[in-house]
């Protein structure tokens, strides 16, 4: 019965080869694009799940929260006392606590010396919370000792070669403090898809002298630096113990100034280890998350183009029916059933998505490392690590060969053998109505992914060229270091004699970073000094900080250098914290007794508002001041035009100053743009596969308009004879599938609105989803179309009516 197919097959390959390469080529390229987006999903949702007790860990985060109840914060980190103190009064429900504090260090081998972003400080129980094996060393004790260090295997062979690894040490410069640690195991490398990796964990021994020792770090509750994660006991509730921890907090924490419990300013969520790399992008993370709405979006992208594929199958596979009617007849007459006709056509289209498979995966195995670089992630389509994947493969086969064979080998076992063979058959006018709703369904899918396209760029282009209410460019930061800032005033003055550089100025944090500093804030409202509701962040300057940035003051003046007491007592606050004050306005605030935590004084000034933060976050309230601490970065405005020579100059400065540092620097307009790197990454994905989408779009309505164009050749000759113009033939066989093409338009208005309107709903600030990207998506699946239906027609209307006559 198979042979017999096989036969039928590749007998109507012969006879109908444009046909059967259409389809095949339209599936095959509909198969390679689920592919690798399937690859990508999987791969997703793969995060976290390696370790062996990845059901039962969860992270530990933490919120604080305004009067009213809002969440002005939330961060994937918490305080150091969290964690110990949470295994011991939830004991029997929590089976161990691990804290993991991550710091950017310089790390140094005799003449090797790196800079270092994936080194943690870590509890010694790391290794029985996650499933990261030791090569070498005991992963019980490694992290006991008080230089304990543990390195990955790519570290082992970046700073000691081929060389036994166990045992050697390692300089370790954190700031200005010079740690020597021990080499006291190498673990594998962390697995790609794990939502943090680390190259080296540290014993918490230097973290516990800095914080005073013990029983003081232990007091430590507003430091939230440190990753925090649980191991449950088998068959603990996690609601049930999420449900405790108020009690817990009030226990421990205590009331606030105006005598509320602990536990209404903040609280603590217990996240499932497994749904952080989707589902958590809180203010702080250790690495950038995905989002599972772009899963969905991409799986949903898959379908589509695979839906795409299939309707072009079926609607080629009714339309050339004529073609076949007669064999169904004959088949019929000799005794085939419908049954076993079904049985036949579907035959045929499974083994046409057998043979499309098989193109798909050369064309995904071609496009699968471009994929991988571009998606970031090390994706691999190997059978012999994943043999799931041939399931699914299997399974995609099955999938596409229903999809795409169920509606023609019913429609075609129908025939009415008497019909048939008498010639008078014809086509339902059901079935041309299906046929056209399904071209209408195919170019309503184009139509969205082109609008798709558009929006995400268009929302790109806003956010990279918004005023951001400061100059952002030309502006390199640096790291700083206590030599710099204890004669900062020195080195500003040397960096000022410089041809290339315009100013210098010390902050805590960079336009471009996250507000996650803050303090209890007090205001003279009404003439008493109240308590402030809403979370003011706050930025430690250098005096002349809004100069260098360009930032604008609205009302008062900018701190004075020459006035010690601003240094002590004057706060510069923006628009947004007046607001949040309840001050009536900007001139309003400016001499206002202001206090800060524990510092008072006065307010000298007041910005006006600009975006700190990227696009995502609204602006949020702030509060300016001059610091005695907490300086962590340089920011040195350049010109443009000496840019090269003036990086050059300060390489050589920094390595006269810090040799055993590398010279690592940003620009501010590029931490700007790296914000935006998923969105690109959204807009490239949605261009891609809105460009395949069309294409299999244009084979199907390719094959349709041929078709339509092969029946109606007589008709055509007569027209010619009887005087039509080639423009008016043109017309004639272009003017339906054009009216699907509209009715397509039309259908994925609401559709495309709907979806990009809930897409930006992810900024703070946003575009609009113009009527123009509409006319202009609709107007370029209008153009194709009658491009591709417009190639056939003149094609058909050149013939010469002699030979049109001919035609069978």
Same mark, same amino acid.
């Given at each position: 019965?198979?042979?017999?197919?096989?036969?039928?097959?590749?007998?109507?390959?012969?006879?109908?080869?444009?046909?059967?390469?259409?389809?095949? +080529?339209?599936?095959?390229?509909?198969?390679?694009?689920?592919?690798?987006?399937?690859?990508?999903?999987?791969?997703?949702?793969?995060?976290?799940?390696?370790?062996?007790?990845?059901?039962?860990?969860?992270?530990?985060?933490?919120?604080?929260?305004?009067?009213?109840?809002?969440?002005?914060?939330? +961060?994937?980190?918490?305080?150091?006392?969290?964690?110990?103190?949470?295994?011991?009064?939830?004991?029997?429900?929590?089976?161990?606590?691990?804290?993991?504090?991550?710091?950017? &260090?310089?790390?140094?081998?005799?003449?090797?010396?790196?800079?270092?972003?994936?080194?943690?400080?870590? #509890?010694?129980?790391?290794?029985?919370?996650?499933?990261?094996?030791?090569?070498?060393?005991?992963?019980?004790?490694?992290?006991?000792?008080?230089?304990?260090?543990?390195?990955?295997?790519?570290?082992?062979?970046?700073?000691?070669?081929?060389?036994?690894?166990?045992?050697?040490?390692?300089?370790?410069?954190?700031?200005?403090?010079?740690?020597?640690?021990?080499?006291?195991?190498?673990?594998?490398?962390?697995?790609?898809?794990?939502?943090?990796?680390?190259?080296?964990?540290?014993?918490?021994?230097?973290?516990?002298?800095?914080?005073?020792?013990?029983?003081?770090?232990?007091?430590?509750?507003?430091?939230?630096?440190?990753?925090?994660?649980?191991?449950?006991?088998?068959?603990?509730?996690?609601?049930?113990?999420?449900?405790?921890?108020?009690?817990?907090?009030?226990?421990?924490?205590?009331?606030?100034?105006?005598?509320?419990?602990?536990?209404?300013?903040?609280?603590?969520?217990?996240?499932?280890?497994?749904?952080?790399?989707?589902?958590?992008?809180?203010?702080?993370?250790?690495?950038?998350?995905?989002?599972?709405?772009?899963?969905?979006? @991409?799986?949903?992208?898959?379908?589509?183009?695979?839906?795409?594929?299939?309707?072009?199958?079926?609607? !080629?596979?009714?339309?050339?029916?004529?073609?076949?009617?007669?064999?169904?007849?004959?088949?019929?007459?000799?005794?085939?059933?419908?049954?076993?006709?079904?049985?036949?056509?579907?035959?045929?289209?499974?083994?046409? *998505?057998?043979?499309?498979?098989?193109?798909?995966?050369?064309?995904?195995?071609?496009? !699968?490392?471009?994929?991988?670089?571009?998606?970031?992630?090390?994706?691999?389509?190997?059978?012999?690590?994943?043999?799931?994947?041939?399931?699914?493969?299997?399974? !995609?086969?099955?999938?596409?060969?229903?999809?795409?064979?169920? @509606?023609?080998?019913?429609?075609?076992?129908?025939?009415?053998?008497?019909?048939?063979?008498?010639?008078? @058959?014809?086509?339902?006018?059901?079935?041309?109505? +299906?046929?056209?709703?399904?071209?209408?369904?195919?170019?309503?899918?184009?139509?969205?992914?082109?609008?798709?396209?558009?929006?995400?760029?268009?929302?790109?282009?806003?956010?990279?060229?918004?005023?951001?209410?400061?100059?952002?460019?030309?502006?390199?930061?640096?790291?700083?270091?206590?030599?710099?800032?204890?004669? %900062?005033?020195?080195?500003?003055?040397?960096?000022?004699?410089?041809?290339?550089?315009?100013?210098?100025?010390?902050?805590?944090?960079?336009? *471009?970073?996250?507000?996650?500093?803050?303090?209890?804030?007090?205001?003279?409202?009404?003439?008493?000094?109240?308590?402030?509701?809403?979370?003011?962040?706050?930025?430690?300057?250098?005096?002349?900080?809004?100069?260098?940035?360009?930032?604008?003051? &609205?009302?008062?003046?900018?701190?004075?250098?020459?006035?010690?007491?601003?240094?002590?007592?004057?706060?510069?606050?923006?628009?947004?914290?007046?607001?949040?004050?309840?001050?009536?306005?900007?001139?309003?605030?400016?001499?206002?007794?202001?206090?800060?935590?524990?510092?008072?004084? %006065?307010?000298?000034?007041?910005?006006?508002?600009?975006?700190?933060?990227?696009?995502?976050?609204?602006?949020?309230?702030?509060?300016?001041?001059?610091?005695? #601490?907490?300086?962590?970065?340089?920011?040195?405005?350049?010109?443009?035009? %000496?840019?090269?020579?003036?990086?050059?100059?300060?390489?050589?400065?920094?390595?006269?100053?810090?040799?055993?540092?590398?010279?690592?620097?940003?620009?501010?307009?590029?931490?700007?743009?790296?914000?935006?790197?998923?969105?690109?990454?959204?807009?490239?994905?949605?261009?891609?596969?809105?460009?395949?989408?069309?294409?299999?779009?244009?084979?199907?309505?390719?094959?349709?308009?041929?078709?339509?164009?092969?029946?109606?050749?007589?008709?055509?000759?007569?027209?010619?004879?009887?005087?039509?113009?080639?423009?008016?033939?043109?017309?004639? !066989?272009?003017?339906?599938?054009?009216?699907?093409?509209?009715?397509?338009?039309?259908?994925?208005?609401?559709?495309?609105? %709907?979806?990009?309107?809930?897409?930006?709903?992810?900024?703070?600030?946003?575009?609009?989803? *113009?009527?123009?990207?509409?006319?202009?998506?609709?107007?370029?699946?209008?153009?194709?179309?009658?491009?591709?239906?417009?190639?056939?027609?003149?094609?058909?209307?050149?013939?010469?009516?002699?030979?049109?006559?001919?035609?069978?």
């Amino acid at each position: 019965m198979l042979h017999n197919y096989f036969k039928i097959f590749i007998r109507n390959l012969k006879k109908n080869p444009a046909y059967i390469l259409i389809n095949i +080529l339209g599936l095959s390229v509909g198969m390679a694009a689920s592919i690798l987006i399937f690859l990508f999903v999987q791969h997703e949702l793969s995060y976290d799940k390696y370790h062996e007790h990845s059901d039962r860990i969860y992270r530990v985060s933490r919120a604080w929260f305004n009067p009213d109840g809002e969440t002005n914060l939330h +961060l994937g980190h918490a305080a150091p006392p969290f964690g110990p103190l949470l295994k011991s009064d939830f004991e029997g429900q929590i089976q161990e606590a691990v804290r993991l504090m991550n710091v950017n &260090v310089v790390a140094k081998d005799g003449t090797k010396v790196f800079e270092e972003n994936r080194f943690f400080f870590s #509890d010694p129980e790391v290794f029985k919370v996650f499933s990261w094996p030791l090569l070498e060393g005991d992963a019980e004790t490694a992290l006991t000792f008080p230089d304990g260090l543990v390195i990955s295997k790519t570290m082992a062979e970046k700073y000691f070669g081929i060389q036994d690894a166990l045992g050697k040490s390692l300089e370790v410069m954190i700031g200005s403090q010079v740690v020597n640690m021990q080499v006291r195991g190498v673990m594998e490398d962390i697995p790609d898809n794990s939502h943090f990796k680390a190259d080296f964990l540290a014993s918490m021994e230097p973290v516990v002298a800095f914080y005073g020792g013990y029983e003081s770090m232990m007091k430590n509750f507003g430091s939230n630096n440190f990753g925090t994660y649980l191991l449950l006991e088998q068959g603990v509730d996690v609601r049930d113990l999420e449900a405790q921890i108020p009690d817990f907090i009030d226990r421990h924490l205590p009331k606030s100034s105006q005598g509320f419990s602990a536990s209404m300013g903040t609280k603590l969520f217990l996240w499932p280890l497994t749904d952080i790399h989707l589902h958590s992008n809180l203010d702080s993370e250790i690495e950038p998350n995905s989002s599972i709405e772009y899963v969905y979006i @991409y799986s949903a992208i898959a379908i589509f183009i695979l839906l795409i594929a299939c309707i072009n199958f079926m609607n !080629l596979a009714t339309a050339r029916s004529a073609k076949r009617a007669l064999e169904v007849g004959l088949r019929k007459v000799l005794g085939a059933d419908r049954q076993l006709l079904v049985r036949q056509f579907m035959a045929e289209t499974i083994l046409m *998505s057998l043979i499309a498979l098989i193109v798909a995966l050369l064309i995904a195995y071609l496009f !699968l490392p471009t994929f991988s670089n571009f998606t970031g992630k090390l994706l691999s389509l190997n059978f012999f690590s994943h043999p799931e994947y041939l399931v699914g493969l299997l399974v !995609l086969v099955v999938v596409v060969g229903l999809l795409a064979g169920s @509606y023609p080998s019913l429609f075609l076992s129908g025939f009415q053998p008497v019909k048939v063979l008498k010639g008078t @058959y014809k086509i339902g006018s059901i079935h041309e109505k +299906l046929r056209s709703f399904l071209v209408v369904g195919q170019f309503a899918i184009s139509v969205i992914l082109i609008v798709a396209v558009m929006v995400v760029l268009n929302q790109l282009d806003f956010m990279k060229n918004k005023d951001l209410g400061f100059d952002k460019d030309e502006i390199v930061v640096l790291p700083a270091y206590d030599e710099l800032i204890s004669n %900062y005033e020195m080195m500003r003055e040397r960096l000022l004699q410089q041809p290339g550089i315009d100013n210098v100025a010390l902050g805590s944090r960079i336009p *471009s970073g996250r507000l996650l500093d803050a303090q209890g804030a007090q205001a003279e409202v009404n003439g008493e000094l109240l308590p402030i509701e809403v979370r003011i962040s706050d930025i430690h300057v250098s005096h002349n900080f809004m100069e260098t940035f360009g930032m604008e003051m &609205v009302a008062g003046r900018d701190f004075d250098f020459n006035l010690a007491s601003d240094s002590t007592e004057a706060f510069i606050l923006n628009e947004s914290a007046v607001r949040a004050i309840g001050w009536s306005s900007a001139e309003e605030a400016v001499d206002k007794p202001f206090q800060y935590g524990i510092r008072r004084g %006065y307010v000298t000034g007041v910005l006006k508002d600009f975006h700190f933060e990227s696009l995502h976050q609204p602006i949020s309230p702030m509060v300016f001041l001059i610091p005695t #601490d907490r300086i962590n970065e340089v920011a040195i405005k350049i010109k443009g035009e %000496y840019k090269d020579a003036t990086l050059a100059f300060l390489q050589e400065e920094w390595l006269a100053m810090k040799p055993d540092f590398p010279f690592n620097y940003y620009l501010v307009s590029d931490r700007f743009e790296q914000q935006y790197k998923a969105e690109e990454k959204v807009g490239a994905i949605f261009g891609f596969f809105a460009g395949l989408a069309i294409l299999i779009s244009v084979l199907g309505l390719f094959g349709l308009a041929a078709y339509a164009t092969e029946q109606r050749t007589k008709e055509i000759g007569i027209r010619k004879v009887m005087g039509a113009s080639i423009w008016s033939i043109v017309s004639l !066989l272009g003017k339906d599938f054009l009216k699907l093409v509209f009715f397509g338009f039309l259908l994925a208005i609401p559709i495309a609105w %709907y979806g990009m309107n809930g897409w930006l709903e992810n900024f703070a600030y946003s575009v609009s989803v *113009s009527w123009i990207v509409f006319l202009i998506a609709g107007f370029s699946a209008t153009l194709i179309a009658a491009l591709t239906v417009s190639s056939q027609s003149i094609r058909a209307a050149m013939i010469n009516p002699v030979d049109a006559f001919k035609v069978e």
